[in-house]
């Protein structure tokens, strides 16, 4: 896969691509990453990169040109940007895009290249947009100075759904959102750290227990931290059945909290 990161602030970009698993995979030649600074495409005396927005307003906003002209430069030897081709994904990092998610993770990973364009300021002319057909992605609802650590972050989450990126030991198949789950929780030696100990299971060597423990553990964790994922999630009778158990334990708990009689009234 080739991912193209188009920026003002190349350096903001490239260290991070440099360290641990991104960096095995450039080394491998699974993911290949490019940095192109915009400002090399600017033409003007200043090399300018933004200008005042149209109607008045604070702020400045990224010019088109020089954006799209690198948009050309990395698209060269295939179609132009403003053609949608398949295997190809122009993404614009934005506020006001589509919230950015595993789901969406997986499906930017089935591309061979995408190009990622990091806006500034108040953002950039909406024509880029518009002419290369861009898809407008967004990390969450907050607001940063630009989009270079948004583009880091769909760079790290895609790359390491690509084969061969992860090796054996750091498996994609059970961490959370796989499921439509969190995680359950993991632990590591030693058995005892001040004071607290390992749950019991997992040293059991009893495959199927621990299995259930952690099955339990992520659905326990999905209903009390993030419920509305439990909405989509593959979820088995058993997984259904533990559920309302701890639905009803948990009402339970509530009721005697509030003093009153769960019995029935006996
Ligand atoms: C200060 S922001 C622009 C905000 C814009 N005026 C608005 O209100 O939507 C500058 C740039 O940072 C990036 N950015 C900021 N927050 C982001 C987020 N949550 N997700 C993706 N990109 C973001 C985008 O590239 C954006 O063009």
Known sequence: MRISILTIFPEMVRAPLEES???RAREKGLIRTEVVNIRDFATDRHQSTDDYP???????????????????????????????????????TSPAGE???????????QYTHLVIICGHYEGVDDRVRELAHAREISIGDYVLTGGELPALVITDAVSRLVPGVLGGEESAAEESFSEGLLE??????PFEFEGLQVPAVLLSGHHEEVRRWRRRQSLERTLARRP???????????????LAEIQSRTKEAELLAAGEDTTGGV
């Open 21 to 23: 698993i991104l960096k």
């Open 54 to 92: 149209y109607g008045g307003g604070p702020g400045m906003v990224m010019k088109p040109e020089p954006i799209y002209a690198a948009l050309r430069a990395v698209c060269a030897g295939g179609p132009p940007p403003n053609q949608e081709v398949p295997g190809r994904a122009i993404l614009l």
């Open 99 to 109: 919230v950015f998610n595993q789901a969406m993770a997986h499906e930017l990973a």
């Open 184 to 189: 359950y929780p993991q632990y590591t030696r």
């Open 228 to 242: 509305e994922l439990l909405e989509q999630a593959h979820l088995t009778e058993e997984d259904k059945r533990f």
